[in-house]
């Protein structure tokens, strides 16, 4: 006779010892958990994936838009105003004046860009994305504004505006300025994920300004 519970086989009178055909492949729940976590392994990478994806989509959008409007405010547009420019509107000494402002007003964004970007240093981006194992930068530039570079950008964008006086250009600044602001919000998340909550949450109330000291 045969008693499978036990694995035992009676041959002349001799007990031999054998097992189930299941038992040398393991025992079938252990392989069903196995293929269970492989599963859901792979369903989260494929989401990590997804979203770092999504991530560099969205860094690549706001990236592109500021290049574009950027380079749009670099080009002569005040040749194109038919009717004159803004500083037309001004006596002679006081047109002087404005450029000048926006002679000085170039110049220190060239200056914040530069520091910032040399601050940064290895850990410099072409994309919002922090560079993995970074530091989060709170020295230099990076100790006036959170985003020495950007606020570079945008000087320098104010200060050729006050230079032409171009009424395009007014309204290509203040574009530019919502395209940074979003991509300011976007780094900062991320920076958040990278760094902490609590490190860039603290690093935000020991330099509260984003741009422009002590507005924004």
């Not at 038919?82 to 926006?102: C, N, R």
């Not at 922090?130 to 100790?143: C, E, M, Q």
Request: hydrophobic fraction near 45%.
């Amino acid at each position: 006779s045969t008693f499978m519970p036990s694995c035992r086989h009676l041959l002349g009178g001799h007990v031999v010892h054998s097992c189930p055909p299941f038992a040398s492949h393991g025992e079938p729940g252990t392989s069903v958990l196995s293929m269970a976590a492989t599963g859901k392994a792979s369903v989260a990478r494929f989401a990590q994936g997804k979203q770092v994806a999504e991530r560099d989509h969205q860094g690549k959008m706001l990236l592109g838009s500021q290049l574009l409007i950027s380079a749009l405010i670099a080009l002569p547009l005040e040749q194109l105003e038919v009717d004159g420019t803004v500083l037309s509107m001004f006596h002679a000494p006081s047109a002087a004046a404005v450029k000048i402002v926006g002679k000085v007003v170039l110049l220190s964004g060239c200056i914040l860009a530069v520091s910032g970007v040399f601050d940064l240093g290895d850990a410099l981006e072409a994309l919002p994305t922090p560079r993995a194992g970074s530091s989060l930068k709170s020295s230099g530039a990076y100790s006036f504004v959170r985003h020495p570079m950007y606020a570079g950008v945008i000087w320098g964008c104010i200060g050729a505006t006050l230079i032409t006086g171009s009424s395009v250009r007014v309204v290509l600044v203040l574009l530019l300025f919502v395209i940074l602001t979003a991509k300011m919000d976007f780094e900062e998340k991320l920076l958040r994920d990278a760094h902490g909550h609590l490190n860039v949450d603290s690093y935000i109330k020991e330099v509260p300004y984003r741009l422009l000291p002590p507005f924004y």
